[in-house]
């Protein structure tokens, strides 16, 4: 998309594929000071982490040199460059304590970017954490305008903890209250690089709109199928030509309308889109894949024979 509009790109990353052009890692300060050098960097999107099923690969320093020591060479790079703008890809996981994931509470939660206190249950949450927090202080020390920006998933494999239901049914399900497609994803990325006006230190939640409102939260938990009847009358019946099943609760819920209201972003694809979908028997309007492999993980596939973790 940022080529596509006219930018000249040097994409980073540990293994090779169609966007990349010099591999490595951020978590090398020698190799982004010489690229920012070479390659008269001016704006930085960063996009590259651990993420959560790499928790069964990577041990906790790993997670730490990538995402937060990365994060911080890559800002200090940035803030000697002088540059106006850095976009963090963060994520809506790091939101989630165990209480929440665990559905404790009798009403869904509802989760914008006011959501707090923040408390990660995991390694992948928490070196995010601190990467935002790091993104935070060089806007303070170095005026660095910094968006950080937390996305639901927009990822293709299956889920790495839940079957059921399975697949493509998941996804479907998700995009009710924390998924959005990869170019969604993609494009709030660019939206935050290229907005004309300072930003400062932002932070926004970029999911696929939700069709619920906050009054909705305790029938949410209770009777999440009876919710979704009024907002989508034939939702059932669509779902059932699939043998599909529709959320009988839902925990919580993720808001975006900061970045709609804010940056004037419009996201393409949301829960009425996959209904328009299955009416028209069309191909659905987000990627599913079983099989997949980040580049990273194929990589190891193809050196060491097996997937790890």
Same mark, same amino acid.
Request: with cysteine; net charge neutral.
């Given at each position: 998309?940022?080529?596509?509009?006219?930018?000249?790109?040097?994409?980073?990353? %540990?293994?090779?594929?169609?966007?990349?052009?010099?591999?490595?890692?951020? *978590?090398?300060? %020698?190799?982004?000071?010489?690229?920012?050098?070479?390659?008269?960097?001016?704006?930085?999107? &960063?996009?590259?982490?651990?993420?959560?099923?790499?928790?069964?690969?990577?041990?906790?320093?790993?997670?730490?040199?990538?995402?937060?020591?990365?994060?911080?060479?890559?800002?200090?790079?940035?803030?000697?460059?002088? &540059?106006?703008?850095?976009?963090?890809?963060?994520?809506?996981?790091?939101?989630?304590?165990?209480?929440?994931?665990?559905?404790?509470?009798?009403?869904?939660?509802?989760?914008?970017?006011?959501?707090?206190?923040?408390?990660?249950?995991?390694?992948?949450?928490?070196?995010?954490?601190?990467?935002?927090?790091?993104?935070?202080?060089?806007?303070?020390?170095?005026?660095?305008?910094?968006?950080? @920006?937390?996305?639901?998933?927009?990822?293709?494999?299956?889920?790495?903890? &839940?079957?059921?239901?399975?697949?493509?049914?998941?996804?479907?399900?998700?995009?009710?209250?924390?998924?959005?497609?990869?170019?969604? *994803?993609?494009?709030? &990325?660019?939206?935050? @690089?290229?907005?004309?006006?300072?930003?400062?230190?932002?932070?926004?939640?970029?999911?696929?709109?939700?069709?619920?409102?906050?009054?909705?939260?305790?029938?949410?938990?209770?009777? *999440?199928?009876?919710?979704?009847?009024?907002?989508?009358?034939?939702?059932?019946?669509?779902? *059932?030509?699939?043998?599909?099943?529709?959320?009988?609760?839902?925990?919580?819920?993720?808001?975006?309308?900061?970045?709609?209201?804010?940056?004037?972003?419009?996201?393409?694809?949301?829960?009425?889109?996959? @209904?328009?979908?299955?009416?028209?028997?069309?191909?659905?309007?987000?990627?599913?894949?079983?099989?997949?492999?980040?580049?990273?993980?194929?990589?190891?596939?193809?050196?060491?024979?097996?997937?790890?973790?």
């Amino acid at each position: 998309m940022l080529r596509a509009r006219g930018h000249l790109v040097t994409g980073l990353d %540990v293994a090779p594929g169609a966007a990349t052009d010099v591999i490595g890692s951020v *978590a090398d300060p %020698v190799l982004i000071d010489r690229l920012f050098t070479e390659r008269g960097i001016e704006a930085v999107v &960063h996009g590259g982490a651990l993420h959560k099923p790499d928790i069964a690969r990577y041990s906790n320093q790993a997670f730490v040199d990538v995402n937060v020591s990365g994060t911080l060479n890559l800002l200090e790079a940035a803030a000697r460059a002088g &540059h106006r703008r850095f976009v963090f890809t963060s994520t809506t996981s790091l939101m989630i304590g165990q209480a929440i994931r665990d559905e404790r509470g009798d009403a869904a939660v509802w989760l914008d970017e006011e959501f707090g206190p923040i408390a990660p249950r995991n390694i992948y949450g928490a070196t995010k954490h601190a990467a935002e927090q790091l993104c935070r202080l060089f806007h303070a020390d170095h005026r660095l305008d910094c968006v950080v @920006l937390r996305t639901g998933r927009f990822f293709p494999e299956e889920d790495d903890t &839940h079957r059921d239901p399975p697949g493509e049914n998941l996804k479907a399900n998700e995009f009710l209250n924390r998924r959005l497609t990869v170019e969604d *994803a993609a494009r709030a &990325h660019v939206a935050a @690089l290229e907005w004309p006006d300072t930003l400062g230190f932002r932070t926004y939640i970029v999911s696929a709109p939700t069709p619920f409102r906050r009054g909705d939260r305790a029938e949410l938990m209770g009777d *999440a199928r009876a919710v979704i009847a009024r907002r989508f009358p034939d939702a059932e019946a669509l779902y *059932a030509r699939r043998g599909w099943r529709l959320p009988a609760r839902i925990g919580r819920v993720y808001d975006s309308g900061r970045i709609q209201r804010e940056l004037n972003f419009r996201f393409d694809t949301g829960f009425a889109d996959i @209904l328009a979908a299955l009416r028209a028997d069309a191909p659905l309007p987000f990627a599913h894949d079983a099989r997949y492999l980040s580049p990273q993980e194929a990589v190891r596939v193809r050196r060491d024979g097996a997937p790890s973790g």
